[in-house]
Structures are given as structure tokens and as C-alpha cells.
């Protein structure tokens, strides 16, 4: 039975985002198809999305990979909107791997669910889940950025960081997504989060809950990432999803991002809010050194009647109450 709002499609549906986002979109009325990766041998366990409440009736798992984009043709079909939300991640985070490996599986695979979009006839705007990271690396030297801004693929390559291949790919396969839209009057937005924090439906921990709770975690290799956060709540990321599927006027790039904290602050907030976690001190982190991300605005979204409902509060507590839940901490 088709939901109400008609149906949707969300790519890579075991992934933090995309699991709370189906979870927001069966509670709004919408019917869904999700994708995931091929498993012959059914090991994996998803009950997570099938006990969603309305995923009996309006839930359906389609298998699908990016190496063969032509699979999301079929979960794609009959959908009004559809939502771009999975991403090859480098293997091991792009070592051993080639930079043009990493490039060309997330840009073919993408042009390959755009081509299916158009195809189905039926699909009316596509989301695409982008990422700060898309953004914020360059040489402006401005303190907060905005949607005109682009990452530089030289800035991200003198970080020499083993995610860079990941940063450069997801600000590659942006810009070829819009220009693949331009060129064939696909509707198309994207939406660029920073760091996504709160509570958590999927099994594994997110990696960006696992870098945003590193103090807590006790993982001084990521304390370098903590410089200078932009952050916003799972629940805020996946509203201004739907709310960009909806918005009749949506076009082009949004940034999505509520708030923003020091190393130093988030050092000062952890330990009186969570005083039960040794917390490093402030003395211990004068050392950390890392690249301070610019902040970002998002203003573009927010004047086009988005509202964010939560704040830091409610972002740590959520992941470290889950946390607790799922027994990582």
C-alpha cells in the first residue's frame, strides 16, 4: 500500500543517516525503497529498519551497488523523489587505494543513480547528500564560508590525511552531480552537513559520533579533528532532507549546520556536563595540533523557513545515552 506523500527512495539505508531518515520519512506519511548493499549470504541484520513502525507495510529493501549502478534502477522505479544519501567510502580509508580508484567509483556510481532518476520518468527532484568537506578546504582565508565556497583538491592534498581521497571524491562527485543535472534538466539540491551528532538507530557506531566523542571515547588520535567543529543533530540533518524535497523553491546548494565549538570549549563542556568521563583538561590539549576548520553559514537554509530544533545538549546526549544503550561506553 502506497503511503500517503507517495514513495521515496533512500540510497545505502544501514548507514546512520539514512536509517534515521527513512525513519523520518515513515513517520511523515511516505512510503519507501531503500538500498543496500548486495548480501548473498544474509548475515546481515537489519532488523532495525524492518521493525521501524511502518516499515511492514511502506518499507521495501532493494539490493544495490555502486560497482553496478544500473541495480538502483529498479528500487528507483516509481519513486517521486529520491534521496542520494550513499557514498563509497576509500577501503580502509583510501590506502592501498588510488586516488582516481576512489574518484571514479563515487563519481560513476552517482551519474549512474542520476541516470536512473531521469529514466524512471516519475522522480521529480533528487537530494544529494554532500559534505562539508565539499566546502571548507581552500585558501579564501575566510573565518565562515557559505554554498559559493568549494574545497580545492591541492588544500585537502597538503593535509595529507588518509581521508583526503574521501574529501577530494565527495567534492568531485558534488560539482559533476550538478553539472549532470544542468546538462539534463534533473531537479536537484544538495545538502552539505558538517559533523552529524545525536542518537543512532544502526548497529556500528557513526564514524562522525566516534570522532565528535572522541574525549569521551578516550581516542587522542582524533583529538586533532576537534579544533574548531561545526556540528549539527542527526534528526535537524534528516528534517532539512524532507523539508528540501518539499520546498517548491529549493535550488542548489544548503549548508546544514547549527552550531560550532573550540577544542577548548568542548573540553570545558564535556567535563561539567559529564563530570563521570576523565575528560581531557585543558592543559593536556594545549599541544593538539590540527587544521581548524572555518566555520560555515547557513543561513541559505534557514531563510527558506527551515527551523533547527536542537543544540549541543541535545547532540551529546542523545549519542552518548546510545552509546550507553548499545554498550560502546
Given amino acids: 500500500m502506497e503511503g500517503e506523500k507517495g514513495t521515496v527512495c533512500v540510497t545505502g539505508g544501514t548507514g546512520y543517516l539514512a536509517s534515521w531518515l527513512i525513519m523520518k520519512l515513515l513517520e511523515q506519511g511516505y512510503s519507501v525503497h531503500t538500498t543496500m548493499r548486495p548480501d548473498p549470504e544474509h548475515k546481515r541484520d537489519v532488523s532495525f529498519l524492518t521493525s521501524l513502525p ?24 516509481g519513486c517521486i523523489g529520491v534521496f542520494l544519501v550513499a557514498t563509497p567510502v576509500p577501503l580502509d580509508f583510501g590506502k592501498g587505494e588510488s586516488e582516481e580508484v576512489v574518484i571514479q567509483r563515487a563519481t ?11 529514466n524512471s520518468k516519475t522522480v521529480k527532484r533528487v537530494v544529494y547528500t554532500s559534505s562539508a568537506s565539499a566546502v571548507v578546504f581552500n585558501d579564501s582565508g575566510v573565518d565562515v564560508m557559505d554554498e559559493s565556497f568549494w574545497s580545492d583538491a591541492d588544500c585537502i592534498k597538503a593535509l595529507n590525511v588518509s581521508i583526503g581521497h ?23 539540491v544538495t545538502l552539505i552537513p558538517t559533523y552529524i551528532l545525536g542518537p543512532f538507530i544502526c548497529p556500528n557506531m557513526p564514524g562522525s559520533v566516534h570522532t565528535s566523542l572522541a574525549m569521551v571515547l578516550g581516542d587522542k588520535e582524533q583529538y586533532n579533528l576537534l579544533i574548531n567543529t561545526s556540528m549539527v543533530h542527526i534528526d535537524d540533518v534528516a528534517r532539512s532532507h524532507i523539508f528540501l524535497l518539499e520546498y517548491p523553491e529549493a535550488k542548489g546548494r544548503y549548508i546544514c549546520s547549527s552550531d560550532i565549538i573550540t577544542i577548548e570549549e568542548m573540553s570545558k563542556f564535556l567535563s561539567t556536563k559529564y563530570p563521570e568521563y576523565p575528560i581531557p583538561t585543558l592543559e593536556s590539549l594545549k599541544d593538539v595540533e590540527g587544521y581548524k ?4 553559514s547557513s543561513k541559505k537554509l534557514l531563510d527558506s523557513g527551515f527551523n533547527f530544533r536542537y543544540g549541543l545538549d541535545e547532540m551529546f546526549d542523545g549519542a552518548i545515552q546510545c552509546c550507553k544503550e548499545k554498550a560502546f561506553l
Fill in 293 to 296: 576548520f572555518p566555520g560555515v
Fill in 54 to 77: 511502518g516499515a511492514s507495510e511502506r518499507l521495501q529493501i532493494f539490493h544495490a551497488d555502486f560497482s553496478d549502478p544500473n541495480g538502483f534502477g529498479v528500487a528507483i522505479k
Fill in 166 to 188: 574521501y574529501f577530494i571524491s565527495k567534492t568531485l562527485t558534488e560539482k559533476r552531480a550538478i553539472q549532470f543535472a544542468e546538462e539534463h534538466g534533473l531537479d536537484l
Fill in 108 to 118: 560513476d556510481g552517482t551519474l549512474g543513480i542520476l541516470k536512473a532518476c531521469l
